[in-house]
């Protein structure tokens, strides 16, 4: 799945490729081989369990997520609805969460 080598060309750090549920390669250096085979190990894993989260999409912050991904899906919703929804986010969910990048909400950080 992943592939690890020690690139010369990079300063003697370890490379990881490997590609993600897309089909897009990707590449990672490490200091230390043993951080090399521990990310590998990792990634394949999440990658096979269907968790893996794409580095790229983990830094967009949640307030992003919310305008580019949430909120054109509440076109459909009752006035009401939407009303509700839109405060909740604005009371509550945006000023605890709008400004943290995706990969770093999990179930603990509620």
């Not at 590609?19 to 990672?28: C, L, V």
């Not at 919310?66 to 054109?72: A, I, K, L, T």
Request: glycine share 8%.
């Amino acid at each position: 799945m992943a592939t690890i080598k020690r690139r010369a060309d990079r300063g003697g750090r370890w490379e990881v490729r490997y590609r993600d549920p897309g089909g897009r390669q990707r590449a990672r250096l490490f200091d230390r081989k043993a951080d090399a085979e521990r990310f590998a190990a990792t990634t394949g894993a999440d990658i096979v369990r269907g968790s893996y989260v794409n580095p790229a999409l983990g830094r967009l912050t949640f307030a992003k997520f919310v305008e580019q991904s949430y909120r054109p899906t509440m076109v459909g919703l009752e006035a009401t609805t939407r009303a509700r929804d839109e405060s909740y986010l604005r009371t509550h969910i945006l000023p605890a969460f709008g400004s943290r990048a995706l990969a770093t909400i999990d179930y603990a950080s509620c």
